[in-house]
Every structure is written in C-alpha cells, then in structure tokens.
C-alpha cells in the first residue's frame, strides 16, 4: 500500500518569491521555471499564474500568456485590473475594448479607497488604449467618434499632465480636419514631455516619438519634428523610422519652399538651398533603404514612400552619387555605406498607411 504523498520542500510563495528574485536579474528562463513549479503545486493560485503569464509574455510565448491571463479571469473575474490590462493589449477589436472596459472598472473601484496618483496614470493609460482602437481598429463603429470624446475627456480630468493624452488627442483632431486644434494638442504633448528628464519614466519612449514626428510633418510643423529627429538619432541611428522621416521632412521642406517662392523672383540662394535640401533627404532616403535590407524591415508603405519620393528627387537632381556612393554622408553621425538592391526591392506606389484610420466629422 502507497504511502501519503512527499511534503513539497518548497511552498507556492517560496516558488514565487525565486522566480522574482530571479527576474531582478533578468533570469527569465530560471524565474518561469520556478513558476511553472508553483502553478504545478496549486493551479488555482491566480498569483502564481498571472506571475507565469507575463514570463510567458517576456519570452514570446503569447499564446500561452493568453491561455493563462484568461485562466486568471476565470479564478478571479472581480479582482486585479492588471490581467484585463494585458489581455487588452493582446486582443482585437472589440474584445480589447471590453477587456480594457473592465479593467477600467476595477481600477475606479480601487481609487475609491486608495487615490493614489499612479492609479489615475493607470487609468488615463487605460482610456488611451481605448481610444486607439476606436481610432483605428474599430473606427467604423458608429460611436467612435463621440468615444474617443469621451475617454479623452476623462483621461485629461484624471491625469492632466501625461502627454500620451495630448498626443492622442492631436491625431483625434487631425483625422476630423481640425489641423488648429490638432497643432495646439500636440504642442501642449510635447511641452509636457520635453522638460522631463530622460530618464523619467513618464519620458516618452523611441517609437512613441517616432509617432509625435509623423504627426508633426503631417501639420506641417517641420523645425519640431527635425528636432525630435535630431535627439532619436542621438539615441539609436540605425533604425529605418528615423532616416525615412528625416528624408521625408527634407523632402516637405523642400516643397515648401518651393511653394512659396516667385519663379520670377527666385534668388540663386533660394534655388540652392532648396536643391540642398533635396540632397538631404535623398541621403536620408538612401540610408533608410539601405537599413531596411540590412535588418530586414517589412513596412511596405515605408518602402514604397521611401522609392517614390527617391524617383521624384531624382527628377530635379543627379542620384548616381549619392546612391552608388558608399562612402557618401548623411548629417554628420553617420551614412550609407553599401548600394542599394534597387531590384529586390518592391516597387509599387503604396504609401505608409495613415496613423489613424478614422475619418470623423468635424
């Protein structure tokens, strides 16, 4: 006859508490380890499988991560807003909406009790998620447009000075033709976020910024945005983002100026700084291209762009050297160093899709 089974030598939280100490060291796959452990020893511990489900998510185990965020719902569908949070982030449409919904509610419970200001940036995070998705995902919902009002309103209430907010509410503005209220929102954004020290966690991170300068060179705002460009290319000059809107701003410069000159009264100056202009942003472009080979970028609509404005350019200006030259400079940190594959590359006349898909009446 079997004898009763072995005591653990180890408890769920001693499991749990391994598997953090091991995240403090970035020991990822030692901590999940400890927690599939933990989860074997009692998997009806939501802790231990919300602790389990966001390794999974470190480590790219996203079906996994969902299985058990879910599982975590089920066990304790009225506590902890972090698990609706995440499975926001993981889900489309409609189900990331209700998901953020209810984490929403949680969070507002919790600021009852405790009005801690991290729950209020919790909260505006939260109404931005939303938003988003009604600006894109489901923005043909007849009540995106008085949602995004809404859950921007309440955002802005709530948490005043976060940035996201502004930022978020620029784009709103931008997609309903409201190009002067647009302006103001992401001007109050980044006045925000600028006298932030870097390292401050409410700092917008890279890709967030890279958001702010498409926004920018779509109102027109070109000093700001080569700015913002100047202080990303500090930080990483090796992404295809930032060499492709730094050709992008040249190219928008070079139009304006264009624009607004007299063909008649035209100065020599002014036809060799817009030239000069059209130089830069062939160099950027070039650049660009010459990353998204290299590290295997597969935004078509960057591509595309990229190619069309390259050909438009090279309609007012010889290309051949600053294409094929390998030793060739762009600004003063860096520049293309290999020719660019013009025949692997796509070359159809698609543009980068639009940071926002709705279209809103104003």
């Known amino acids: 006859m079997a004898g009763p089974a072995p005591t653990p030598k180890y408890s769920v939280d001693d499991l749990l508490a391994k598997a953090q100490a091991n995240l403090d060291q970035f020991q990822h796959e030692v901590a999940y380890r400890f927690c599939q452990k933990a989860v074997e020893l009692d998997p009806l511990r939501a802790d231990a499988l919300e602790a389990l489900a966001a390794i999974e998510l470190e480590l790219g185990q996203f079906e996994l991560a969902l299985g058990h965020w879910q599982r975590c719902v089920e066990l304790q569908p009225d506590q902890g807003a ?10 489309t449409e409609m189900d990331s909406i209700r998901y953020f919904e209810k984490g929403l509610t949680l969070l507002r419970q919790e600021r009852e009790t405790n009005p801690a200001p991290e729950l209020n940036s919790k909260i505006a995070t ?17 009540e995106a447009e008085s949602c995004c009002e809404k859950y921007l309103e309440e955002a802005a209430t709530v948490d005043p000075s976060n940035p996201e907010v502004y930022q978020l509410l620029a784009s709103v503005r931008l997609s309903q ?26 700092y917008p991170s890279y890709d967030s910024r890279i958001a702010t ?3 920018l060179l779509e109102l027109n705002l070109f000093d700001d945005a080569l700015g913002i460009l100047a202080q990303l290319q500090l930080e990483d000059d090796q992404t295809v983002d930032l060499w492709y809107l730094f050709g992008w701003a040249y ?89 660019v594959d013009w025949e692997d590359m796509s070359s159809s006349d698609e543009k980068p899709e639009e940071d926002s898909d709705m279209a809103l009446d104003a």
């Open 177 to 202: 033709q409201r190009s002067d209220e647009a302006k103001a929102a992401l001007l109050k954004s980044i006045s925000i976020w600028s006298a932030l020290d870097i390292n401050d966690p409410a």
């Open 82 to 91: 972090a698990k609706y949070m995440y499975l926001g982030q993981m889900t």
């Open 213 to 215: 300068v498409k926004i």
């Open 251 to 339: 190219y928008c410069m070079a139009e304006e100026a264009q624009a607004g000159a007299k063909p008649d009264t035209k100065t020599k100056t002014e036809a060799e700084s817009g030239q000069s202009l059209l130089t830069s942003s062939a160099e950027c472009l070039t650049k660009a291209l010459q990353l998204y080979q290299a590290v295997g970028f597969d935004d078509v609509g960057i591509l595309n762009h990229a190619q069309e404005l390259l050909a438009t350019i090279g309609q007012v200006i010889p290309l051949d050297s600053i294409v094929n030259n390998p030793d060739g400079d762009v600004e003063e940190d860096g520049g293309p160093e290999d020719e």
């Open 126 to 142: 939260a109404l931005c998620s939303i938003t988003e998705i009604y600006l894109t995902d489901c923005c043909f919902q007849p």
